[in-house]
T-cell receptor, first 115, second 114 residues
Framework: AQKVTQAQTEISVVEKEDVTLDCVYETRDTTYYLFWYKQPPSGELVFLIRRNSFDEQNEISGRYSWNFQKSTSSFNFTITASQVVDSAVYFCALSGITGFQKLVFGTGTRLLVSP | SQTIHQWPATLVQPVGSPLSLECTVEGTSNPNLYWYRQAAGRGLQLLFYSVGIGQISSEVPQNLSASRPQDRQFILSSKKLLLSDSGFYLC?????????????FGDGTRLSIL
């Protein structure tokens, strides 16, 4: 069975601090995909990034960076120089390639960035 | 480009009343479609998914049903709402042609049952 664990329920930081959101996954598939989504207070889920299991290169997009490590089954998300607009709930998700392409979501991490 | 529309944005309904939430996708064909529910402060629960017209799979037995009358239309319904049906409902779509496609979500419907 597939599982995604986001152990951090809520993180509070002050603007300009760096923050890392942890994501640990479990799967028996050798090919799988990992995702991060952002849910701002308005409620919609915004797709941030997708990673496949064969690509362990870290990715950077502006202030966002992702660290994928198969050895520890982790796909962590770092926000550098956080801003108030980064306040949201962040979800990590996993999908395999067998059966229907369902996304297995973690329970989310609420990030509060104060000025 | 593809867009997803979901309505209404908010809904207040009495217990025992019917429900119909609608979701449409534009700019793509034969998408996979999904309905999720998110209870307050909780994670996402997949309710239904569909790989084609008239093809509905239910993830959790409950008071709700879903239908896909057209390729890009997905409807969530109930004949009689329960208090436990309150929550935030999200519709999503993904491309069906390859594995590992991200799901793209609508703005959601906040449903309150009185």
């Amino acid at each position: 069975a597939q599982k995604v664990t986001q152990a951090q329920t809520e993180i509070s930081v002050v603007e300009k601090e760096d923050v890392t959101l942890d994501c640990v996954y479990e799967t028996r598939d050798t090919t799988y995909y990992l995702f991060w989504y952002k849910q701002p207070p308005s409620g919609e889920l915004v797709f941030l990034i997708r990673r496949n299991s064969f690509d362990e290169q870290n990715e950077i997009s502006g202030r966002y960076s992702w660290n994928f490590q198969k050895s520890t089954s982790s796909f962590n998300f770092t926000i550098t120089a956080s801003q108030v607009v980064d306040s949201a709930v962040y979800f990590c998700a996993l999908s395999g390639i067998t059966g229907f392409q369902k996304l297995v979501f973690g329970t989310g991490t609420r990030l509060l960035v104060s000025p | 480009s593809q867009t997803i529309h979901q309505w209404p944005a908010t809904l207040v309904q009495p217990v025992g009343s019917p429900l119909s939430l609608e979701c449409t996708v534009e700019g793509t064909s034969n998408p996979n479609l999904y309905w999720y529910r998110q209870a307050a402060g909780r994670g996402l629960q997949l309710l239904f998914y569909s790989v084609g017209i008239g093809q509905i799979s239910s993830e959790v037995p409950q008071n709700l049903s879903a239908s896909r009358p057209q390729d890009r239309q997905f409807i969530l319904s109930s004949k009689k709402l329960l208090l436990s049906d309150s929550g935030f409902y999200l519709c999503a779509w993904s491309n069906s042609d390859r594995f590992g496609q991200p799901q793209h979500f609508g703005d959601g419907t906040r449903l309150s049952i009185l």
